[in-house]
């Protein structure tokens, strides 16, 4: 059976790879992909399946083994970046302002060349295979939680999912038995000073001024505050203020990131910032609101799970193929799908420096080594049988 399916893996490389050009050519917004809701309908109907809409622009499929057992899910997000594409390619995306630039294209790709490798092999399959297209990963609050509601994970006993990755060369997974990403919450400052001509700033409560002097002490959080051992990010990514030279605002506002692991830590941090805040706004005669948005849950993988998924990245690609993982300060809403059911989460290589490849998710210009998506194809393969054949 293995070498069944590296051999129907790989015979339908060039369609895979087709299939991830046109997703790429015509991106679509979290909870707009009408379109590629559609096509992935069209080719799961191809394949003998019969998908259903569900969370609005997603896609549930499931196939039926000839012989009873256990359901396994596998997991794609579909959804695209507002970015514009910069990559010097003839799949370059058609719609302006919009970009696969996380690599979607080619999760949705892969899921379904994976369901048209088990589609040849269902005579030979004991039990079901759920295949679940999800939208809306790249806009909170993300479209998991969505399907969950719409039934994707109704009787299922375990469930995989993989994100190419950039950082990890073609020809490679890398993976995690525990923590693999954080939990990636945001936050806005809103600072109330008053306003005043920039001559007579002795009239004026500088809500600049204050910004930075909290902007500063937020900094010395995780060093002075958090346990060195235990990682944490706090940055910020937009500060404004102002509109001329000569007038000092009203109004400050700050935005920025938390991305913990631990809900102790996320709690702690969110104390200090209120606490940050509260004492420069009332030394300086200031004051704020403090407007916290907390993302997904951290992703962590079932340990059991996650060393089936080595054991098979290890048969696809050698052990050299495998790399244990270093947990990365991104977000990812897969894992609401692991709060109640055991699974795992792998990266797949997808980085060549010789040919280009270099650019990291989110950028416009980034793009993979299209050779890397038979073996995502083969891995989710096998670990599937593997799944369902395990007591």
Known sequence: MSDKISQLAKAGQDWVISLRRHFHMWPELGGEEFETQRKIIEELRS???????AAGTGVIADLKGALPGKLVALRADIDALPIQDEIDQPYRSQHPGRCHACGHDAHAAMLLGTAKVLSQLQQELAGTVRFIFQPSE???PGGAQAMIADGALKGVASIIGTHVWQDVPAGQIGITHGRLMAEPDAFTITIQGKGGHGSMPHQTVDPIFVGSQIVVALKSVIGCNMDPLEPVVLSFGMFKAGEVYNVIPDKATLLGTVRTFAETVRGKVFKRID?????ICSAS???YTLEPVFGYPALVNNPEVSTLLADVGAEVLGDSGVK???PVMGGEDFSYYLQDTPGAFFFLGIGNVENGVVYPQHHPKFDIDETALVFGVEIMAKATLRLLAKS
Do not use: H
């Open 324 to 326: 244990d993982f270093q």
């Open 47 to 53: 394949l003998g399946l019969e998908p259903r809409k």
């Open 275 to 279: 606490e940050i805040c509260t004492g």
């Open 138 to 140: 790249e806009k909170f």
């Open 285 to 287: 005669g200031a004051t």
